[in-house]
């Protein structure tokens, strides 16, 4: 598996800010996603991040509030826009397709950022 | 709407015992099965993966497949206090879902002394 760092690993932001969030992976992969995971809750996809276009959005989340880019193999952003009280939760980025790995659809996960807002 | 269910928990086991772990997903046409393992305050952790229908085991894990039943399940023998955690089972859905994967709800699992 691949080695996947996120950036900051947590945060505590006023309402209406935005705070942009980093995943870096230490070798080229196809796949990045950006996952958000609410207190007890499961692992929602917010997008599928590609490289050098537009990201593919879940339904339910959108470019405006939530921007992705992804310039190369090892490197995207998540940004959460226009915070408030209801964007609080964990946001994970994922990984798979790693070169010479397991199948595409295997997907490996990084620490994860901590986002409270107030 | 496509939709991967397991029982919230929490599932209880007494150590050395095995722990069965539960997961059904309602499109057919799905290809690929995962179990993941997520601590508190961690993020999840890829167990085992399974494609075809029968038994997968890595070390104290099995993973069992029934596409014809839509059921897929996790097996930990001789269950240990570090196995306390919430299982996520998660699934391919298929056709035009391209690489994504629908997770289920996690099940506790928490394994007593």
């Known amino acids: 598996s691949a080695v996947i760092s996120q950036k900051p690993s947590r945060d505590i932001c006023q309402r209406g800010t935005s705070l942009t969030i980093q995943c870096q992976v230490d070798?080229?992969?196809?796949?990045m996603f950006w996952y958000r995971q609410q207190p007890g809750q499961s692992l929602t996809l917010i997008a599928t991040?590609?490289?050098?276009?537009?990201?593919?959005?879940e339904s339910g989340f959108v470019i405006d509030k939530f921007p992705i880019s992804r310039p190369n193999l090892t490197f995207s952003t998540l940004t959460v826009s226009n915070m408030s009280p209801e964007d609080s939760s964990i946001y994970l980025c994922?990984?798979?397709?790693?070169?010479?790995?397991?199948?595409?659809?295997?997907?490996?996960f990084g620490p994860g950022t901590r986002l409270t807002v107030l | 709407q496509k939709e991967v269910e397991q029982n919230s928990g929490p599932l209880s086991v007494p150590e050395g015992a095995i722990a069965s772990l539960n997961c059904t997903y309602s499109?057919?046409?799905?290809?690929?099965f995962f179990w993941y393992r997520q601590y508190s305050g961690k993020s999840p952790e890829l167990i085992m993966s399974?494609?075809?229908?029968g038994d997968k085991e890595d070390g104290r894990f099995t993973a069992q497949l029934n596409k014809a039943s839509q059921y897929v399940s996790l097996l930990i023998r001789d269950s240990q206090p570090s196995d306390s955690a919430t299982y996520l089972c998660?699934?391919?859905?298929?056709?035009?879902?391209?690489?994504?994967?629908?997770f289920g709800t996690g099940t506790q699992l928490k394994v007593e002394l």
């Open positions: 399974i494609y075809s229908n």
């Open positions: 070798s080229q992969v196809t796949m």
């Open positions: 994922s990984v798979g397709g790693l070169a010479g790995g397991p199948p595409t659809d295997t997907q490996y």
């Open positions: 998660a699934v391919n859905m298929g056709t035009g879902g391209g690489n994504k994967l629908t």
């Open positions: 499109d057919r046409v799905s290809q690929s």
């Open positions: 991040a590609n490289q050098g276009s537009e990201a593919t959005y």
